[in-house]
Antibody
Framework: EVQLVESGGGLVQPGGSLRLSCAASGFTFGEYAMHWVRQAPGKGLEWVSG????????GYADSVKGRFTISRDNAKNSLYLQMNSLRTEDTALYYCAKDFVRSGFDYWGQGTLVTVSS | DIQMTQSPSSLSASIGDRVTITCRASQIISSYLNWYQQKPGQAPKLLIY???SLQRGVPSRFSGSGSGTDFTLTISSLQPEDFATYYC?????????FGPGTKVDIK
């Protein structure tokens, strides 16, 4: 059974940093691209960042470019999102999602909540 | 970046109704269009990928069509468990943009 479990969310002040993690199991993690998607309270889905299976191809939404860094450790079956210079508008539930070979995201975690507030 | 729009933004329907949701891309995306269902408090669930392919385990009352820039999600006979918000998403290019969502609720 595929499982994606996010962790690392919490309350942080504007300008602060957080590192999110996603632990994957039930599939060959190193063969798939992975993504972070966020959802602000009461709002829609926003793709944040994605990383190719080997880490070579990385993309970011304009809203986080230069502040967030995605990475992965295939030996540990883990995906990460380093978030720096956090803003109040980064407050959201952050989901980790598995790529379905450019056909959408077929598995999602339950999300980890990030709240940026003073 | 490719912009995605959806219509309507919300709709009210009854059990057994046929429901159609439209998604439009700001440029041609071939068939790289996916549909998700999200219920309150849950993660999104992939329903349709490649514009018209039904994800494993998804009921056959869901179908998708379209190519290029215009796409449609159809629920042939609405069931109680289908009341949710539906999102389209393009996987043609990065960023993998989502539409704003269509909320389907009970009439």
């Amino acid at each position: 059974e595929v499982q994606l479990v996010e962790s690392g969310g919490g309350l942080v002040q504007p300008g602060g940093s957080l590192r999110l993690s996603c632990a994957a199991s039930g599939f060959t993690f190193g063969e798939y691209a992975m993504h972070w998607v966020r959802q602000a309270p009461g709002k829609g889905l926003e793709w944040v960042s994605g990383i190719h299976w080997n880490g070579d191809n990385i993309g970011y939404a304009d809203s986080v470019k230069g502040r967030f860094t995605i990475s992965r450790d295939n030996a540990k079956n883990s995906l990460y999102l380093q978030m720096n210079s956090l803003r109040t508008e980064d407050t959201a539930l952050y989901y980790c999602a598995k790529d379905f070979v450019r056909s959408g995201f077929d598995y999602w975690g339950q999300g980890t909540l990030v709240t940026v507030s003073s | 970046d490719i912009q995605m729009t959806q219509s309507p933004s919300s709709l009210s329907a009854s059990i057994g109704d046929r429901v159609t949701i439209t998604c439009r891309a700001s440029q041609i995306i071939s068939s790289y269009l996916n549909w998700y269902q999200q219920k309150p408090g849950q993660a999104p669930k992939l329903l349709i990928y490649g514009a018209s392919s039904l994800q494993r385990g998804v009921p056959s009352r869901f179908s998708g069509s379209g190519s290029g820039t215009d796409f449609t999600l159809t629920i042939s006979s609405l069931q109680p468990e289908d009341f949710a918000t539906y999102y389209c998403q393009q996987s043609y290019s990065t960023p993998r943009t989502f539409g704003p969502g269509t909320k389907v609720d009970i009439k």
